[in-house]
T-cell receptor, first 108, second 117 residues
Framework: AQRVTQPEKLLSVFKGAPVELKCNYSYSGSPELFWYVQYSRQRLQLLLRHISRESIKGFTADLNKGETSFHLKKPFAQEEDSAMYYCALINYGQNFVFGPGTRLSVLP | GAGVSQTPSNKVTEKGKYVELRCDPISGHTALYWYRQSLGQGPEFLIYFQGTGAADDSGLPNDRFFAVRPEGSVSTLKIQRTERGDSAVYLC???????????????FGEGSRLTVL
């Protein structure tokens, strides 16, 4: 079965510190992975997708098939990065499976 | 419209009542998804439409839940004989086409918060 796990419910870091939000997945096949973000009082929205190999708002994520991971990283966290982050994959049925989410809190 | 619209934004009902939640997707989006999100959890897949047909309804928890999209645009999620455990935020999302490499982006509504007393 397809599954996405995010081991940390809450991650607190100080402004300017590096941040890594962990995501692991189980999927029999070639996965397509995404990070979605929900800022306070806003709707859930796409942050980045692994296929694009892009950096959005300073965040990057590398797909590691050997470790079945897709961790989200940023070298210098900003206060405006505080939000809920969800890792997700598209399964064979063409629907999205989301992880439980990690709340990132960037302290001043 | 500018984005995915969901109504009502809040619904309080009594156990056993019938509830309808509406989703108006972005114009031109052929794929429409319903998710349910309970407190402290990630979005849980319920059903996904491609056009008018339900391409995957494997996430519907039981036969009290039903969804339609008769004209391939607006969708209604219907819950019969509501139970307290149905209380959650129901999220609707749409995309240009189902999870393809070129799109792969879901556009979410603000959700309908359902409270069953």
């Amino acid at each position: 079965a397809q599954r996405v796990t995010q081991p940390e419910k809450l991650l607190s870091v100080f402004k300017g510190a590096p941040v890594e939000l962990k995501c692991n997945y189980s999927y029999s096949g070639s996965p397509e992975l995404f990070w979605y973000v929900q800022y306070s009082r806003q709707r859930l929205q796409l942050l980045l997708r692994h296929i694009s190999r892009e950096s959005i708002k300073g965040f990057t994520a590398d797909l590691n098939k050997g470790e079945t991971s897709f961790h989200l990283k940023k070298p210098f966290a900003q206060e405006e990065d505080s939000a809920m982050y969800y890792c997700a994959l598209i399964n064979y049925g063409q629907n999205f499976v989301f992880g439980p989410g990690t709340r990132l809190s960037v302290l001043p | 419209g500018a984005g995915v619209s969901q109504t009502p934004s809040n619904k309080v009902t009594e156990k056993g009542k019938y509830v309808e939640l509406r989703c108006d997707p972005i114009s031109g989006h052929t794929a429409l998804y319903w998710y349910r999100q309970s407190l402290g959890q990630g979005p849980e897949f319920l059903i996904y439409f491609q056009g008018t047909g339900a391409a995957d309804d494997s996430g519907l928890p039981n036969d009290r839940f039903f969804a339609v999209r008769p004209e391939g645009s607006v969708s209604t999620l219907k819950i019969q004989r509501t139970e307290r455990g149905d209380s959650a935020v129901y999220l609707c999302a749409s995309s240009l086409s189902p999870g393809t490499v070129n799109t792969g982006e879901l556009f979410f509504g603000e959700g309908s918060r359902l409270t069953v007393l």
